[in-house]
């Protein structure tokens, strides 16, 4: 299983920007999708993710209405597209699978294949 996960890059405060993360060796109807990220200093957060086998996501209460999860099984991905972007979103971005996930998963520990991450950076 490879994750590898892209599109990170320099904003300013307001702005947005799409990542990606192409899976090889799984496939998506099986696998809930999720994003986390890492600022520096600070733990790995939650920060959103789509069921196995529905279009349910589950955002945490910090990205809600702001950030949307969503995927391509036909091309393998998964996105994050990232609107009215903050300074508080600056961080490495990663995504996590894990097969048959559900609504509950929401930590680092409940995913077991991981991407490489990609930097985000929000200017104000």
């Known amino acids: 299983v490879q994750l590898q996960a892209s599109g990170g890059g320099s904003v300013q405060t307001g702005g947005s920007l799409r990542l990606s993360c192409v899976v090889s060796g799984l496939s998506l109807s099986d696998y809930a999708m999720s994003w986390f990220r890492q600022a520096p200093g600070k733990e790995r957060e939650f920060v959103t993710a789509?069921?196995?086998?529905?279009?349910?996501?589950w955002p945490a209460d910090s990205v809600r209405g702001r950030f949307f999860i969503s995927r391509d099984s036909a091309k393998n991905t998964v996105y994050l597209r990232m609107n009215s972007l903050k300074p508080e979103d600056t961080a490495v971005y990663y995504c996590a699978a894990n097969k048959f996930g559900s609504v509950s998963m929401i930590g680092p520990t409940d995913y077991e294949s991981w991407g490489q991450g990609t930097l985000v950076t929000v200017s104000s």
């Open positions: 789509i069921e196995y086998n529905s279009d349910s996501t």
